[in-house]
């Protein structure tokens, strides 16, 4: 095989072509051919550099570099600057994009990228792409060299928990599910990210969905299941269509179907779409889902891998759980388990969102702490405001307030600490949010989430919102807390699945870390962080208010009255502190008290 | 015939072909009723008869999983369905703020259509594009970094 230490690709887009690129990659071909340099770089043209209507884009690797908007005269200058003399020609170089715009960054010192290796890198409706990057080699080691059972013991000695949330070994769930009896049984890949906050598992599926396959084919093949369903949940239509896509082609490949690489193992995969139901990422709700009932959890035991979908043994793992499968079978297992800490190995995939710098989704070896992850990784909190807490875990988890932030990252630290690992969603928060609204805000999505099917999580639920609502409402009365706290302990032990027995959680955590803050709107009737409606009021501050009349023209209720030139003043009767006056007003006029 | 019958057959004969897609089988009543739910809009009275008649299956017990999930719609829906984001992190991001300002422009709480059949505002849980909130989808199409004088800039785009 030919060896260029050199590789331009250009764009052969039709907007980038409509814009010469063709041109630009036979001008560049001639100039590398008189400048002797015909065997060292290469020229190939390839769908998809770039945005194009900055076009024609090239690429030149290994460096990396970008660069748009080139002409056929510019050609041997940039032959002449970047090939012969190494140096990049700023003046077409595209624009780096800006810091904290993308969802997936490259990645910062800290991480270290197991799962998201793939993602952005590769064409994920390509799976050649996929197999380039050592993709299906696991499988093929699985089927030719290991037994079920040396499959489980690997997954077992990597130490490998669950990455949906509750962190269970996914190596013994695997055996228990090989150990049921019966010839029919399924596996099944849990893709409802319905925690808010959480979009790692898109990011995979959209990025890598070969990954999550293969692992599914080789857990598959560990407990003996011969169908396979990947439960998408159905705000996710991307998801679906590229899953759809990578199935096929997969079959194309005969990596799903009969006699998988020739041996006697067989197995097929269909995609089922949720229907917008978040109580669907629970196990026994998905399987109720997919099997075309309501999605209600129903008790354990017997549990899915004893008694599952279609009341056979069932063995349900989280997208990221089976995209670990793979490397861990190809790079072994002492490799993960070197990553983490003592009883949380491996990376674990995290997104950020809120108020810090950077949002997006990063991977980080278990063990971080979370000032690293806020400050380092996600540059610290958005204009410049101070930390107020982190909600990590989802709905169901909790917030830890400042004193937290060298808390190391893993299952039981995070527990310890009254929140919960969740499937990977972390909320930053700044000193303008008020802990007892974003408890009543949790507990309204999960009254509005719960299946109603048990007592203590429909109707417990729905009085703990009740309770809250008063409070941030200015009604808040003596003994409300204590009621809150009962409410939560009795709906913890008596609810029939996670998501009953997760919902006080919020709650508790934050009469826990910030229980002056309720106090303050119950018996001073404030709100200390100024966000409770019924707590504040907005003000023109006479001094800087210039008169512009912008608040009053914008007030959606008319609530601001004043000439052109005078003090404006905001009638709080009419006012519903929706905040648009303070967003509008460019003299900082508008005070919240 | 009437135009309310043509449109009732045409109801009939969008379940006809959701169940013929799925060969009637039980397990695929829920991608029936989305498909069913995907051309109409929503899943009308009559639509909702013929499945249960062609499936054999009670309709209390299709009404019973079709009100379950939030993305299928017993009743009819406006031209134009705006689901707005009401997850923590588009809350965190000014959320608040930005649904206000919605309800207040159209005049609408959610789960209600208005009187001209234009809009339908619903609340939708994580659309799983946090880094950009806060969100909302008109349709099929995605508001990010959404600040309230956009809305009705936004808003006037849907005829």
């Known amino acids: ?593 | 015939m009437t135009v309310k019958t043509k449109i009732c057959r045409d109801f009939i004969e969008t379940a006809n072909q959701a169940v013929d897609m799925y060969h009637s089988k039980k397990k695929e009543l829920i991608p029936i009723l989305m498909k069913v739910n995907q051309e109409i809009g929503f899943i009308p009275k009559e639509a909702m008869e013929q499945i249960s008649s062609r499936m054999h299956i009670p309709k209390s017990q299709l009404y019973s999983v079709a009100s379950f999930y939030h993305m299928i719609f017993t009743n009819q829906t406006g031209r134009h369905v705006i689901k707005f984001c009401e997850s923590a992190p588009c809350h965190v991001a000014g959320g608040r703020e930005v649904f206000d300002a919605l309800r207040n422009v159209l005049e609408l709480e959610p789960g209600e259509t208005s009187s001209d059949g234009k809009w339908t505002l619903t609340t939708t849980s994580c659309l799983g594009v946090c880094g950009v909130g806060p969100v909302m989808m008109i349709d099929e199409d995605i508001y990010g970094n959404i600040t309230p004088i956009q809305i009705s800039d936004i808003l006037a785009k849907y005829e």
Not at chain 1, 116 to 138: Q, S, T, V
Not at chain 1, 573 to 592: P, T
């Open chain 1, 1 to 593: 095989m030919a060896y260029f230490r050199s590789h331009i690709l250009v764009c052969n887009d039709p907007e980038c072509v409509e814009k010469g690129s063709m041109q630009i990659l036979e001008i560049l071909n001639k100039e590398l051919s008189l400048q002797g340099l015909g065997d060292e770089v290469e020229v190939l043209d390839t769908p998809r550099i770039g945005i194009c209507s900055k076009g024609p884009e090239i690429l030149v690797y290994p460096e990396g570099l970008h660069y748009i908007g080139l002409s056929i005269d510019d050609i041997p200058h940039l032959v002449e600057e970047q090939f012969l003399k190494g140096r990049s020609v700023k003046k077409f170089l595209a624009p780096s994009k800006e810091e904290g715009a993308q969802e997936l960054s490259e990645p910062t010192l800290k991480e270290v990228r197991v799962v998201l290796r793939n993602c952005g890198k590769i064409d994920p409706e390509n799976i050649e792409d996929y197999i380039a990057e050592d993709g299906y080699a696991a499988l093929a080691k699985v089927l030719t060299e290991d037994s079920s059972e040396d499959v489980i013991q690997k997954i077992k000695d990597s130490g490998l928990r669950g990455r949906g949330g509750a962190g269970f070994p996914t190596g013994m769930k695997w055996a228990f599910t090989h150990d049921s009896l019966g010839n029919e049984k399924y596996v099944i890949c849990n893709a409802d990210e319905g925690d808010p906050g959480a979009f790692m598992n898109r990011a995979v599926l959209e990025g890598d969905p070969h990954s999550v396959i293969e692992g599914m084919i080789i857990a598959a093949y560990a407990i003996g299941a011969s169908q396979g369903y990947i439960y998408c949940r159905a705000e996710y239509p991307i998801v679906v269509h590229t899953l759809n896509i990578a199935i096929q082609q997969a079959r194309t490949y005969e990596l799903l179907g009969e006699n998988i690489f020739g041996t006697d193992f067989s197995f097929d995969l269909e995609v089922r779409q949720g229907a917008g139901a978040f109580v669907c990422g629970e196990e026994t709700a998905l399987i109720a889902s997919i099997e075309g009932k309501r999605g209600e959890p129903r008790p354990r035991p017997p549990f899915p891998a004893v008694s599952g979908l279609f009341g056979k043994p069932t063995n349900i793992n989280n997208v990221e759980s089976y995209a670990n499968v793979p490397q861990i079978i190809l790079r072994g297992p002492e490799w993960f388990a070197g990553m983490g800490t003592l009883k949380s190995k491996g990376t674990k995939t995290f997104a950020l969102a809120g108020d810090v710098k950077k949002t997006g989704l990063i991977e980080v070896p278990f063990g971080i702490t979370l000032r690293e992850i806020v400050f380092e990784i996600g540059g610290g909190i958005k204009d410049n405001r101070e930390f107020k807490a982190i909600q990590t875990g989802g709905p169901m988890g909790g917030c830890l307030p400042a004193e937290y932030l060298d808390l190391l990252v893993d299952y039981e630290k995070l527990t310890e600490a009254g929140s919960i690992m969740g499937s990977g969603g972390m909320v930053v928060m700044d000193d303008e949010t008020c802990m007892v609204d974003i408890a009543r805000f949790f507990m309204e999505f999960i009254q509005d989430e719960s299946c109603g099917k048990c007592v203590p999580c429909r109707v417990g639920t729905k009085r703990m919102l009740e309770i809250l609502t008063r409070i941030c409402e200015g009604n808040g009365r003596e003994g409300d807390i204590e009621l809150l706290e009962n409410l939560s302990s009795e709906i913890i032990e008596d609810s029939l699945c996670g998501l009953g027995k997760g919902a006080p959680n919020p709650v508790v955590s934050t009469l826990r870390h910030f229980r002056h803050e309720y106090e303050a709107h119950i018996y001073d009737k404030e709100c200390p962080a100024k966000v409770c409606r019924a707590l504040i009021s907005y003000e023109i501050y006479p001094e800087k208010c210039i008169g512009c009349t912008l608040c009053a023209r914008n007030c959606p209720v008319d609530a601001i009255a004043g000439e052109l030139k005078n003090t404006h003043v905001i009638d709080l009767d009419i006012c519903i502190r929706c905040g648009i006056c303070k967003q509008v007003c460019n003299y900082d006029a508008v005070l919240v008290t």
